[in-house]
C-alpha cells in the first residue's frame, strides 16, 4: 500500500444493494430491529447506494460461519441473482471469516454496518485532519480482514511446494499496512498537539466554550449557520458534515463564547472511529457547556439521547454540564411535548430561528452559574482594563468616586484569572 493512500469509499455510484437485519439470542439493543434496519438504510442512501430489499431473522443461536442460517442466505442469494444486486449490507457487526464465507455463498461484496460508517466517513472527510482519521480508521478495520483479498493465491498456487507465494504476498501487504496505521497515528499525534496548542491560546483569551453535540442529522449545523452564519453544509442526510468548526457568538449579556460544532454521534459507532476521532472529540471534552441536539420527530429521540451520552461517557465527558435542546419544533408540534427523563429542555427550531432567544438566555445563564462577582476601581487611564472588561466581562455597575471609575463585573474563573494578570501588568509598566 503507498504511503500516500488517502481515505477511500468503498461505494460506487448506483451501487443496488439489499440489507440483512438479525435479532441475535439475548440481545440488550434497546433499538428495535424495524428501527434499526429503517437507519441502516437512511446511512446506504447516504453512501449513494439504492436499497432494493430488507431481509430479517430472528435467531435462536448465532451461527459462526455465516452468522444467519443456510436457509436464510439460500433465499437471499437467490433475490441477489434475480435482481442482478451488487451489494448485501449487514446491520451487525461482522466477523473476518463471516463476512468472507457471506461472500462466497451470496456472491456479491459483503460489508457490515461499521464498514458502511466508514465509507460515508470517507466521503465526507474534507480537511487533511479528517482524511487521516478516517485512513486510519478504515485500515484498522482492515487489517484482520486482510486473508479474503488474497484468498485468490491460494487457490491457484495451492499444492506442495506452491503454497508460498500466496502467504508471502499476504505478509507483505500486512506490513505495509501496519506501516502505514503507524506513519497515519505519527502524523494524527502531530495534529493534535496543533489542537492542544490552539485550545491553550483560546484559554489565554477566556472565551467560554460551548459544543453542540447530538446524534447525526440532529440539527447541529443548521443551528451553527443560524447562530453564526457559518456556511456549514446542512442538508438532510447522515454524516453531512464531519470536521469541526468553531464561531465566535455574542450573548443577550453581551457574553462572547466559543460555538463548536462536530460530528454527529450514531448508534453502534464504530470503537475504532472513536479512537480516530479522538482529537477531534478532545473539542467536546474541554467544553464549558453542551447543547445536545434531539430531533423530536423521531419516536427514537429518548434513545438517541442515550446513545449520545453513551458516547460522552466513552470519551471523558460526561460530567460536563448541558442543555437538551428539542431541535424542529416547526415540525414535531407542540414545544411543551418535549420532557426528556423529565429534564428541563429548551425546544428551538434552527430552521426557522424559533426558540433561539430563550436559548441564548438559558446559555447565558447557565454559564452565569459559575461567574464570581468582582469589584474593580480604576482610574481613566486604564483604558486597556477598561476596554478587556467591557469585552470580557458582565458589567452590572458603573460608578464614579474621586476621578476612579468604580465597576461591579461578573466574571469566570478564567476571565478573573485573566484579569488579576492584566492589573499586575499594567500596575508594573505603571511604576
Not at 476601581?377 to 476612579?404: C, H, N, W
Request: hydrophobic share 35%; with cysteine; charged share 25%.
Amino acid at each position: 500500500m503507498s504511503s500516500t493512500t488517502p481515505a477511500t469509499s468503498t461505494a460506487q455510484p448506483g451501487e443496488r444493494a439489499v440489507l440483512v437485519g438479525v435479532e441475535l439470542p439475548g440481545s440488550s439493543e434497546s433499538v428495535p430491529l424495524e428501527d434499526s434496519l429503517d437507519e441502516l438504510r437512511r446511512l446506504t442512501i447516504s453512501a449513494g447506494a439504492t436499497v432494493i430489499e430488507t431481509f430479517t431473522q430472528q435467531l435462536r443461536k448465532v451461527h459462526p460461519a455465516l452468522l444467519i442460517g443456510s436457509g436464510k442466505i439460500s433465499e437471499i442469494q437467490r433475490f441477489i441473482e434475480d435482481e442482478k444486486l451488487d451489494l448485501a449490507i449487514f446491520d451487525t457487526n461482522l466477523s473476518p471469516a463471516q463476512q468472507r464465507n457471506l461472500e462466497s455463498s451470496l456472491k456479491v461484496r459483503v460489508i457490515d454496518r461499521s464498514q458502511l460508517i466508514l465509507d460515508i466517513f470517507a466521503q465526507r472527510a474534507e480537511s487533511r485532519e479528517g482524511k487521516l482519521q478516517v485512513e486510519l480508521a478504515q485500515l484498522e478495520y482492515l487489517l484482520p480482514r486482510l486473508t479474503r483479498r488474497w484468498s485468490h493465491l491460494s487457490r491457484i498456487t495451492g499444492g506442495i511446494g506452491t503454497r508460498g507465494p500466496g502467504e508471502t504476498q499476504l505478509e507483505v501487504d500486512r506490513r505495509r499496512i501496519r506501516e502505514r496505521i503507524g506513519t497515519l497515528k505519527h502524523r494524527l499525534r502531530g495534529v493534535e498537539r496543533t489542537r492542544r496548542l490552539q485550545r491553550r491560546e483560546r484559554s489565554a483569551v477566556p472565551y467560554p466554550t460551548v459544543a453542540l453535540v447530538g446524534y447525526t442529522n440532529s440539527g447541529k449545523s443548521t443551528l451553527m449557520n443560524t447562530l453564526t452564519r457559518a456556511g456549514v453544509i446542512a442538508v438532510d442526510k447522515l454524516f453531512a458534515t464531519l470536521d469541526p468548526r468553531t464561531r465566535c457568538v455574542s450573548l443577550p449579556n453581551r457574553e462572547l463564547v466559543m460555538l463548536v460544532d462536530t460530528v454527529g454521534f450514531i448508534n453502534k459507532i464504530p470503537h475504532s472511529l472513536i479512537e480516530a476521532f479522538k482529537s477531534t472529540l478532545e473539542e467536546v471534552r474541554e467544553a464549558d457547556l453542551l447543547l445536545c441536539l434531539v430531533d423530536p420527530t423521531t419516536a427514537l429521540a429518548e434513545r438517541q439521547i442515550e446513545v449520545v451520552e453513551s458516547v460522552l461517557e466513552d470519551i471523558e465527558a460526561g460530567e460536563i454540564p448541558r442543555l437538551i435542546v428539542p431541535n424542529k419544533m416547526d415540525l414535531a408540534g407542540s414545544p411543551t411535548d418535549y420532557h426528556y427523563g423529565g429534564r428541563e429542555t429548551f425546544p428551538i427550531s434552527a430552521r426557522t430561528g424559533a426558540g433561539i432567544q430563550e436559548l441564548l438566555l438559558a446559555i447565558a445563564s447557565r454559564l452565569n452559574q459559575g461567574k464570581q462577582r468582582v469589584q474593580v476601581s480604576l482610574s481613566p487611564s486604564d483604558t486597556m482594563i477598561l476596554s478587556f472588561l467591557y469585552r470580557r466581562a458582565q458589567v452590572v455597575e458603573e460608578t464614579y468616586d474621586e476621578g476612579k471609575i468604580c465597576l461591579t463585573v461578573l466574571v469566570t474563573p478564567k476571565v478573573s484569572g485573566q484579569l488579576e494578570k492584566l492589573q499586575r501588568t499594567t500596575h508594573a509598566n505603571s511604576e
